[in-house]
């Protein structure tokens, strides 16, 4: 009996019957109470149920009862990782370590959650440690530098450039090394060597995944036009409430996001979402993927309330805490402003705008997972992106006025205070002097702004790009007569 209760169990989480799954594993765990398997199968279950407190109590319970297996412990510093678990995550960590199947890999993923976590010091000491051993070790120099600032005395500046030297390296590892070696030697005023590094790096990237502008000309369209007709309709009927208010915050990488979505988070009402992608994520299921999204206005409202719902329901399962308002961080969501407005009546909509020319240099000189942002290994594509970005904002802007919330990023780093306050109440909120030191929370930080956000505003950010003004002709060439403002 027990084998065909798992069988079934296992069918019904193929087909997505997890209601039935749940309770097939809950069976077979009352009649097995020391086997892993089926409270990890549970902690599954709850994850995609919404389930936090469910899920983060089977995962433990999982891993107590099988606490060297690595697969299980793999899973587990992830999935707590994901869920803000921080003292579940590093000690899944220090498990798969001392298990010894893969430690240099367990070790700087253990270095590199410490990084997100504001604990620099300690990371700092493992990754120093793993690249003495291991200084061929690309990936090493990437993640550790991009929280990292040096000077020309540090030893990992010649470790690197001799590694960057042979000619028998890979593409491969060179790819990371050259956005490590670039952001090194412009931190030691070599400027035009590190734009050589960015540009080879990048080209090596775009070898392996490459970009169709058109492509992503047909998506933005495409999406933005199922939107179309939900404009002017009353919000949805049935809407959730008692979930978490959202704040998406929105902008280009590299535009200052982060810092906003920061500023925002230290207030005592909000919580910091990062870039959740629940949202993209769920309307390409739901609706359809890109060009190929339905019309909006045609879909049963019991559909729409199903999307607002069961993004409600995902975010409170990935932000810790009750906070009545949380920010949604994700880039994307400003192809979906249609859709939230409509589905998520008290979400506010905050868009960040940047000098395009410094967006374009900090994408270009920074590491982003192969094929997640293709354009970004191209200077005119780059250019191309960011208009076809602002187009989409400016359309929500005449079509829904006053939903989107704009902010520029060079008016908030030289004046901070009324610029936050603005952005305060832009976001429906009192203010909250706290607002202003944002660079004092310990919480997690997801993106490549881990140590920036960590610091108070600082203006050098702002006209970087003067420094790359010949490199950078490609992007401004392919700009063309568009304003930059």
């Known amino acids: 009996m027990t084998t065909r209760l798992l069988q079934d169990a296992k069918s019904h989480m193929a087909h997505g019957r997890l209601a039935q799954a749940r309770a097939a594993f809950t069976q077979l765990a009352l009649a097995a109470p020391k086997q892993a398997e089926f409270p990890y199968e549970l902690s599954r279950i709850a994850f995609e149920e919404g389930d936090r407190e469910a899920c983060l109590g089977q995962l433990r319970k999982a891993v107590a009862l099988a606490p060297t297996h690595p697969q299980l412990t793999r899973h587990a510093a992830d999935r707590f990782r994901h869920l803000g678990a921080s003292d579940d995550a590093l000690a899944a960590y220090d498990r798969l370590i ?8 367990s070790e700087a993923d253990k270095a590199h959650y410490l990084q997100l976590l504001g604990r620099f010091d300690e990371s700092e000491k493992i990754f120093r440690r793993l690249l003495r051993k291991h200084p061929a070790e690309a990936q090493l120099y990437r993640i550790f530098l991009a929280a990292k600032k040096i000077d020309a005395t540090d030893p990992l500046l010649p470790a690197m450039e001799k590694l960057w030297a042979r000619k028998d390296l890979p593409d491969a590892p060179r790819i990371p090394l050259g956005y490590a070696l670039g952001k090194a030697l412009e931190e030691t005023g070599k400027p035009e060597r590190a734009f050589a590094c960015f540009a080879r790096a990048n080209a090596l990237q775009r070898k392996g995944a490459p970009f169709d502008a058109e492509a992503q000309e047909r998506e933005f369209a495409g999406v933005r036009a199922a939107q179309e007709g939900l404009i002017g309709l009353p919000p949805l009927e049935g809407a959730p409430t008692g979930g978490p208010c959202p704040i998406f915050v929105t902008g280009m990488p590299r535009s200052g996001t982060t810092l906003v979505e920061r500023i925002l988070a230290a207030h005592g009402e909000v919580a910091a979402g990062g870039e959740l992608g629940i949202a993209l994520r769920l309307a390409y299921g739901q609706f359809g993927v890109g060009e190929a999204m339905r019309p909006l206005d045609r879909e049963p409202p019991e559909r729409l309330r199903a999307f607002a719902e069961r993004y409600t329901r995902l975010v409170r399962r990935d932000i810790p805490g009750q906070t009545p308002v949380i920010t949604d961080k994700s880039i994307l969501s400003h192809l979906l402003v249609g859709l939230l407005h409509h589905t998520l009546p008290g979400a506010r909509i905050i868009v960040v705008q940047r000098d395009p020319r410094d967006i374009a240099v900090s994408i270009f000189r920074n590491f982003f997972a192969t094929g997640t942002h293709r354009y970004a290994n191209d200077l005119a594509d780059i250019a191309g992106t960011i208009q076809r970005f602002r187009r989409n904002v400016a359309f929500w802007k005449e079509r829904l006025p006053g939903v989107v919330h704009e902010i520029r990023y060079e008016e908030l780093v030289a004046d901070p205070e009324p610029q936050s306050r603005a952005l305060v109440a832009a976001a429906g909120l ?56």
Do not use: H, M, N
């Open 430 to 485: 009192d203010w909250q002097d706290a607002c202003l030191d944002f660079y004092k929370s310990r919480d997690a930080v997801k993106t490549l702004s881990v140590s920036q956000v960590r610091q108070p505003i600082y203006r050098s950010s702002a006209r970087a790009w003067t420094r790359y003004e010949r490199e950078l002709q490609p992007f401004i060439e392919a700009w063309g007569d568009e304003p930059w403002d």
């Open 98 to 105: 001392a298990g010894g199947t893969d430690p240099l890999g």
